[in-house]
């Protein structure tokens, strides 16, 4: 009796975590598209120009 409640319960929870593995998820669990977006919003950040405040920050450590 105690054996069939327990597997009741566990089975669904089971398959409940094991989620949409071949969907293209990519890297720490986003889809392909929003790792891609990611990254581009990335690159425009690492290609903005420093702001002045940084600019005299590492002026004065010079």
């Known amino acids: 009796m105690r054996a069939g409640f327990l597997l ?4 669904p929870l089971a398959l ?6 071949a969907s293209g998820d990519g890297v720490g ?3 392909a598209s929003e790792a891609r977006a ?5 690159e425009m950040l690492d290609n903005r120009p420093a702001s002045p405040a ?7 450590t010079k």
């Open 29 to 31: 669990g986003v889809s």
């Open 54 to 60: 940084a600019q005299n920050a590492t002026a004065a």
């Open 16 to 21: 409940a975590a094991c989620g949409e593995g």
């Open 8 to 11: 009741t319960i566990a089975l």
């Open 38 to 42: 990611l990254n581009q919003a990335a």
